[in-house]
């Protein structure tokens, strides 16, 4: 125990030396802090972030304006409130700071509410401006998160319990179950991902939890090409014919002295994968085979927005393709520092 806690510290001396890598692993962090704090933290804490309020559409980073909310109604589910938010209150645009008033639905509210308008009556600000719908686009931006980590999470999952069991039958057995499982690896690995998770996609129907089948059941391959590399040369050591002539069965060998040899190009593929699966859901919500409106991904707001960048000047609203833009950037970037800091780390000759 002492020389395997001696090795994790030498290990992770290693990783906190590279700059990159502990950056990477701090915006991870946050982004993780941020996904499971959810309706917490954010400003419209309505299901989806999906308040609208059409009079205010398109507006700048930064606005201000003042929301007329309805009066306080029995209460809700703290705890679905904090997974799934709130319901849309149904609450009234006024009048922004710059002086625009909506005079219609002031004049209705001062007749509904009178003396007790002032009690419901809430200054709100658009750190990120507005889409086209009029919700607030922070709101959106950071429940994306969610999405982005619940799928690549997921997904990881999926690809290494696939990925390890089908290698590790492999190359501990070779013979003609190898044979089978190298088929089926070459014929995956022929077809392009992104075609491959389309046609899954096509097969499961659009959806949240599809998504995670389609993106995990294709990211195997590697993994499973290098863990039956490994076993190849590992099941041939002396440890492990040790194990053999003491009778432990076939399953214990395999888990339990081959595959924690294994542990270090597993972690690295794993990370390299969690950015390849982001990269994968935010293009498919892009083409609108992902999660389905109006749950917030970053690849749907790009789509939603991408047409401002380009658009009339006059608009100036490039920032909302900009804002999920750089987050996707951002956090695959973070893993792949991640997963090199991890492979120079894991790396005995280094």
Known sequence: MPSNLSALNATAKK????????????????????????????????????????????????????????????????????????????SSFLWDNSGDTAVANVIAAQESYGKELNKNLTQKTFWLGTDVFGRDVLSRLLLGTRISLSVGLISVFISLVLGILLGMIAGYYRGWVDKIVMWLINVIWSLPTLLLVIA???????????????????????????????????????????ARMLGFSDFRIMFKHILPNLVGPIVVIAAANFASAILLEAGLSFLGLGVQPPMPSWGQMLNENYAYIYANSTLNAAHLALAPGIAIMLLVMSFNFVGNGLRDALDAKM
């Open 200 to 242: 899954i996609t096509f097969a499961l129907g659009k959806g949240f939890w599809q998504i995670f089948v389609a993106v995990g059941i294709t990211m195997w391959v590697e993994l499973a090409r290098i863990v039956r590399g490994q076993v190849f040369s590992l099941r041939e050591r002396e440890f492990i014919q040790a």
């Open 15 to 90: 990783f906190f030396r590279n700059p990159l890598a502990t950056i990477g692993l701090a915006f991870i962090a946050l982004c993780a802090l941020i996904a499971l704090s959810g309706y917490l933290i954010v400003p419209d804490k309505t299901h989806a972030a999906n308040q609208m309020f059409l009079e205010i559409s398109l507006r700048k980073p930064g606005f201000s304006a003042t929301i007329l909310n309805p009066p306080e109604t029995a209460s809700k589910n703290g705890l679905r409130e904090l997974f799934a938010g709130r319901e849309d209150p149904g």
